[in-house]
């Protein structure tokens, strides 16, 4: 989801206020994704990571420290981390979705090959490793390690839940919570461990993170049927092409009549589209009132956040990280 066409632009002052923090992470990830014996790894990395994406994992990684009163340099190892493990998540993803454009720009595995794509991103998550113990904390250890492997398991559970008109909101969220929500959540709360900031600011944290995360996520299923193509870089009805079952056509599968179900059972179950199909996906839509649901949802989940960083110290930071749970939301809402 694209985050450059909102009046504000939070996460562009949270960069410049951690400006220097940021060339710190910046230098350490184009360090530690150097091979003395495989340049296609530096090759294939950078494709990615330099395509102009904004680090906003990473930011609010070093802004969760920042806000804790971290004086320390190991924020910069577990920002990196953070954008180290995303990256591999998005080689990986692009392979199992056959996707062949991220950022507008070409996906590595067009470029390179599929095999390619797979073992660099298993190295990036090899170096996110060595990273994170760099800092000598097993409770961020544990923190990252758990966020891995529930990535890994939102995604297995999206793969499994594919075209499933049974997929309810509850599995919804659970694939939302894996494959997006976790990294959110992990490189907020991370930050706040780092600073030993003490259980109540680490749970505030991890609670930002995971309904930023959320909302995020619901805002980008949303925009791709009620969305301006131009400012968020996709079609409109991808996702229904692709057979994907997000948030609101669970919510007009579970309000479907008898005929209604029929139609989902074709387009989405059995793939079977034709002429028409997606403008009458958006009327079913529109007759159960799925779209304003799921916008609503998603506001929810932004609140959620930001009752969350409430409960954190005042300053400049909190107010950024405030700001950019509304940012999210701010096309929609």
């Known amino acids: 989801m694209s985050l450059d ?20 992470v910046n230098a350490l990830i184009q360090k530690r994704m150097a091979s003395r014996h495989a ?18 994992r990473p930011l609010l990684t070093l802004a969760a420290a920042r806000l804790c009163g971290y004086a320390g340099d ?30 507008g720009r070409p996906t590595a595995n067009l470029l390179w090959d599929n095999k390619s794509s797979v073992l660099v991103g298993d190295y990036l998550f090899a170096r996110s490793f060595q990273l994170m113990v760099e800092t000598g904390s097993l409770r961020v250890l544990d923190i ?11 995604e297995v559970l999206q793969l499994t839940a594919a ?7 509850d599995i919804y ?4 919570r894996g494959k997006t929500a976790a990294l959110f959540s992990a490189a907020t709360q991370v930050g706040g461990v780092i600073a030993d900031a003490g259980a109540e600011a680490e749970q505030a944290l991890f609670d930002y993170g995971d309904a930023l995360g959320i909302s995020f996520q619901i805002v980008d299923d949303l925009l791709d049927y009620d969305g301006d193509s131009g400012a968020t870089g996709k079609n409109v009805g991808d996702d229904f092409r692709e057979r994907k079952l997000t948030l609101p056509v669970i919510k007009a599968v579970a309000a479907a009549d008898d005929e209604e ?40 989940w932004s609140d959620t956040a930001k009752a969350a960083i409430l409960r954190l110290p005042e300053g400049d930071l909190r107010g950024m990280l405030h700001d950019l749970a509304d940012y999210v939301v701010a096309r929609i809402s």
């Open 261 to 300: 179900r029929a139609f989902w059972r074709r387009v989405i179950a059995k793939g079977d589209q034709q002429d028409g199909d997606l403008e009458h996906a958006m009327a079913l839509m529109a007759r159960h009132g799925t779209l304003a649901a799921t916008r609503d949802d998603a506001i929810a």
């Open 173 to 176: 969220l659970q694939i939302v």
């Open 5 to 24: 066409h909102a009046e504000t632009k939070p996460h562009e002052r949270l960069a410049s206020a951690l400006s220097g923090d940021m060339v710190a």
């Open 39 to 56: 340049p296609r790894i530096p090759e294939v990395s950078a494709h990615l990571i330099d395509a102009g994406g904004k680090r906003l």
């Open 74 to 103: 190991h924020h910069i190892r577990l920002a990196a981390t953070v954008e180290f493990i995303h990256t591999a998540t998005l080689l990986h993803d692009d392979v199992v979705d056959e996707s062949g454009k991220r950022r």
């Open 163 to 169: 075209q499933d008109l049974a997929t309810t909101e």
């Open 144 to 154: 990252l390690a758990n966020a891995a492997a529930t990535i890994a398991e939102g």
